[in-house]
């Protein structure tokens, strides 16, 4: 090439080649810079691919006009064909994924730098500033907050401490559904729903504040108007916990409260705080003015959190601190089981041969002569396949809870930048039609292993999610499970169910409704199918 010029340069006028070389150098070298800069820009890592985001905003208005921003989240990667998407909200990349792989990638090989969560309004609220376990940042607090809550409250030997309070509220919901389904003023119909969520947090409340009841409760054993309004703002805390808020992407526009988010998340606070905090202030003022108290005298886990000691044998936990983590405990505990059963319940009343299977196992495993008790569950595959199907077609939420990249790290090809938040889409892994045949048909038997092993509600390589994996996972997932299965199982054992009169097919479809499930609720027929002393606890 260079000879072909130089030949050319001796054929042209003497007073040309100055000009003509000046211009071959300044055409060679934009060449040169040209190649240099598109080889860097071929090194620079890339994010996930993503809509294109408006300046200082990014994506938001887009979020704000869509009628659930999780659909419109999932519609974006079903059109851009990716099961990693980066989406921009103000100055905040947000990382959802629908490939148990790619979630894997992030939560079992980079766990460590994935173990955050976000600074939300709603968090700040409900966590009294940050002090407890689920909700709370990473850092010494959350350290803190998850020794106690693993090695204090959910051991093993403190399972099994609780037992007695488990089965008194299992007995009491066999009780209770029983005189539901005799209320002839009903037509025998039970709000499934209903029975749910108070069966669990009567369960939680029991195991945290030894009571049942706020106020004197129902001859019945069904809850009183205090529970029935403790219980609707526990739901309502659950359905903002982790909601696309707008000010926690654009924090200068906390206070505002734009999507109304902010005010419902303090109401539902002064509610279950009027009902929480006098308890726990009576009973800390108890044991601080009582020294003839010993460990002996330990009935419950407020007990356990007031009577923890730090080195110099002081409190260990301040009174915040209890407070917050004793309602964190509950609304840990009180969604997923109850969801799970409702909807476990409706699929099985559309295909009476699954309902029928699993009475049958409950039959032959327990008999008719006695109730499900939770050394039972080892052996009731069947009614854990249907509640782990239920976890995985229909989710509690749509995402789970965020976990936030404390550095800039490479996640396969893509960079993910820090404090990104990443989001599973419970529903996206739950119903991946490259990892499930027949995604979003209810088929409880896929669960059942071929050896006939256990069948167990984690799902450790993330093709579902029922209680997570890593550093945040669930730290009550023995909790978990045994709630799920007693509810469920004693359900099934104790009555047959159908769909309300007039009506063939239970309509799953009604219940969605935005990010969480918060339509419906099920009202179905229940009829007891045992003796009758066995629901009189």
Not at 34 to 45: A, F, N, T
Not at 164 to 187: G, I, S, T
Not at 243 to 252: G, K, N, Q, R, T
Request: glycine letters at 6%; hydrophobic letters at 40%.
């Amino acid at each position: 090439m260079m000879s072909y010029i130089c030949s050319f340069l001796l054929l042209l006028p003497q007073s040309f080649c100055p000009l003509f070389l000046v211009m071959f150098l300044c055409f060679m070298s934009i060449k040169t810079l040209r190649y240099h800069l598109m080889c860097m820009k071929s090194k620079i890592p890339k994010l996930p691919p993503g809509p294109k985001p408006w300046p200082i905003v990014g994506n938001l208005p887009e979020m704000l006009a869509s009628e659930s921003p999780t659909r419109w989240i999932h519609k974006i990667m079903e059109e851009m064909n990716t099961e990693i998407a980066c989406i921009r909200l103000g100055n905040v990349h947000v990382i959802p994924i629908t490939c148990p792989t790619i979630a894997l990638e992030f939560l079992r090989k980079h766990d460590a730098e994935f173990a955050s969560r976000p600074i939300s309004m709603s968090t700040d609220i409900i966590s009294n500033g940050f002090l407890t376990t689920a909700v709370t940042p990473f850092g010494e607090q959350w350290k803190k907050m998850k020794k106690i809550f693993v090695n204090e409250l959910f051991s093993p030997h403190k399972h099994q401490w609780l037992t007695n309070k488990r089965n008194e509220e299992a007995d009491n919901l066999m009780f209770y559904v029983y005189n539901q389904c005799k209320n002839v003023n009903d037509n025998d119909l039970v709000n499934v729903r209903n029975i749910a969520r108070h069966y669990c947090c009567n369960l939680m409340r029991k195991l945290v504040f030894n009571t049942r009841y706020f106020g004197e409760g129902r001859n019945d054993g069904g809850p009183g108007l205090e529970e029935v309004e403790h219980v609707d703002a526990i739901f309502t805390l659950l359905r903002y916990v982790f909601a696309f808020c707008v000010s926690d992407y654009m924090p200068s526009l906390r206070g505002l409260d734009i999507d109304g988010h902010e005010r419902k998340v303090k109401d539902a606070m002064s509610i279950v705080n009027k009902y929480n905090d006098p308890i726990i202030e009576k009973r800390i003022e108890k044991w601080r003015k009582d020294g003839s108290k010993t460990s002996a005298d330990v009935e419950d886990i407020l007990d356990i959190l007031i009577t923890l000691k730090d080195v110099n044998n002081e409190p260990l936990l301040t009174t915040e601190e209890i407070k917050a983590q004793a309602l964190e405990l509950v609304l840990g505990g009180v969604d997923n089981p109850s969801h799970a059963a409702e909807f476990a319940i409706s699929e099985m009343i559309n295909q009476p041969e699954l309902l029928q299977r699993a009475t049958q196992e409950l039959d032959n495993i327990v008999g008719k002569q006695r109730l499900v008790q939770e050394s039972d569950i080892p052996n009731l595959n069947y009614v854990k396949a249907c509640a782990k199907e239920a976890f995985r077609l229909h989710p509690i939420t749509i995402f789970n809870p965020p976990h936030v990249s404390m550095e800039n790290i490479m996640v396969g090809d893509y960079m993910i930048p820090k404090g990104s938040h990443v989001i599973l889409s419970k529903q996206g892994l739950g119903r991946n039609p490259k990892v499930w045949n027949e995604p979003r048909k209810f088929k409880p038997e896929r669960h059942l292993k071929s050896d006939g092993s256990m069948v167990v509600l984690g799902e450790p390589d993330l093709k579902l999610i029922s209680f997570s994996t890593g550093r945040r996972a669930c730290p009550g997932i023995v909790i978990g499970t045994t709630m799920t299965v007693m509810l469920l199982g004693r359900l099934l054992h104790g009555f047959k169910w159908s769909g309300p009169p007039n009506v063939s097919t239970v309509d799953l479809l009604k219940y969605s409704n935005g990010d969480r499930y918060i339509g419906g609720p099920l009202v179905a027929i229940a009829e007891p199918r045992l003796a009758a002393e066995l629901y009189h606890p």
